[in-house]
């Protein structure tokens, strides 16, 4: 019997490491933009894009009135006030952010493409896995509900 239970204890420990390793992953080489775009979404569904044309992946662009450095300080504000993120890139016009999961250390990346004027592309894919459970729809959907409440700087 304790054999048993080492040998269960020693499996389980395996798998938990495996799936620790496995759950950040290295950034996509795709994630940016190129040709004045992000990457498409793949086949899976893990993805959710404002510039995706299949229904299932599609999502809305973020959308603002006021200037674009507002907007941008105005989503960072949106951004920085959620759990398990990390801002990796952000330029004038672009930024990437990861989020990680709180149980198992899965990464999402986080784009968004201020392009055209008054509008944010936005893309969110899980690095791993085929399916998200809906969680990087209900993300930009969070964000987009924080972002078109939270006021503008003075």
């Known amino acids: 019997m ?3 239970l080492l040998v269960s204890g020693c499996i389980g420990f395996a798998v938990l490491i495996v799936i620790q390793g496995c759950s950040g992953g290295r950034p996509p080489l ?3 933009i190129n040709e004045g775009q992000l ?3 793949p086949a899976s569904p893990n993805c959710v894009s404002s510039e995706a044309t299949a229904a299932n992946q599609r999502v809305e662009p973020l959308r603002y009135a006021d200037d674009a450095p507002q907007a941008r300080a105005r989503l960072l504000d949106v951004l920085n006030g959620m759990a398990r993120i990390r801002i990796v890139q952000s330029t004038d016009d672009y930024l990437h952010a990861e989020f990680r999961s709180a149980l198992w250390g899965f ?14 592309q936005v893309r969110s894919a899980s690095r791993t896995g085929y399916y998200d459970f809906g969680v990087n729809r209900e993300r930009l959907e969070t964000i987009r ?9 003075p």
């Open 39 to 41: 990457a498409p979404c």
């Open 107 to 120: 990464v999402d990346d986080l784009e968004c493409y201020f392009n055209p004027p008054g509008t944010i």
């Open 145 to 153: 509900s924080q972002f078109s409440t939270t006021p503008v700087a």
């Open 30 to 32: 795709n994630l940016g």
């Open 2 to 4: 304790n054999k048993k």
